[in-house]
């Protein structure tokens, strides 16, 4: 069975960091291209972030381009997000999911919840 | 930055009526559009990929059309596991983008 888990969210001041940890199992990880998308509290999906199955390739939102950086350890099975500078309204809680062919999602995690405030 | 929009914002439809949402792009995304599913505490759902491609195991009460710009999900006669958030997304352009949302109530 596929699965997905994150992990590494928490409370955070505005202006810190915060990495996520996403671990893969139950399918190939590195043949897989891989996105994060949030959802802030009572809102709507915004996806955040994508990379290619071999790592060499990545896009990001607008809204996190510069403070954001996705990566992958295809060794470990695990996809990342190192969130820096973070704003209150980065507040949501963080799924990662798996890709299929072309970029839509056919599998999510549970989601991990990042709350940015002081 | 394609915006997708989805119509109504909230749908009130009694246990096995028909249901029909709408999504529509603001330029076309050809035929790369997905739909999910969320109900609450959940994580969403994939149900339908390239506009009318169910995902595995979902039920054939779900079907998706539609090409360019306009697009529909429509789920034949409502099942109470069926009442739920409906989200479309397209994937033919970066960044990806989601709607807004459907919300589908119980009439």
């Known amino acids: 069975e596929e699965q997905l888990v994150e992990s590494g969210g928490g409370l955070v001041q505005p202006g810190g960091s915060l990495r996520l940890s996403c671990a893969a199992s139950?399918?190939?990880?590195?043949?897989?291209?891989m996105s994060w998308v949030r959802q802030a509290p009572g809102k709507g999906l915004e996806w955040v972030s994508a990379i290619s199955d071999n790592g060499g390739t990545t896009h990001y939102a607008d809204s996190v381009k510069g403070r954001f950086t996705i990566s992958r350890d295809n060794s470990r099975n695990t996809l990342y997000l190192q969130m820096n500078s973070l704003r209150a309204e980065d507040t949501a809680i963080y799924y990662c999911?798996?890709?299929?062919?072309?970029?839509?999602?056919?599998?999510w995690g549970q989601g991990t919840p990042v709350t940015v405030s002081s | 930055e394609i915006v997708m929009t989805q119509s109504p914002a909230t749908l009130s439809v009694s246990p096995g009526e028909r249901a029909t949402l709408s999504c529509r792009a603001s330029q076309s995304v050809s035929s790369n559009l997905a739909w999910y599913q969320q109900k609450p505490g959940q994580a969403p759902r994939l149900l339908i990929y390239r506009t009318s491609n169910r995902a595995t195991g979902l039920p054939p009460r779900f079907s998706g059309s539609g090409s360019g710009t306009e697009f529909t999900l429509t789920i034949s006669s409502l099942q109470s596991e069926d009442f739920a958030v409906y989200y479309c997304?397209?994937?033919?352009?970066?960044?990806?983008?989601f709607g807004g949302g459907t919300k589908v109530e119980v009439k």
């Open positions: 999911a798996k890709d299929s062919i072309g970029y839509y999602f056919e599998n």
């Open positions: 139950g399918f190939t990880f590195s043949h897989y291209a």
């Open positions: 997304q397209q994937y033919n352009n970066w960044p990806l983008t």
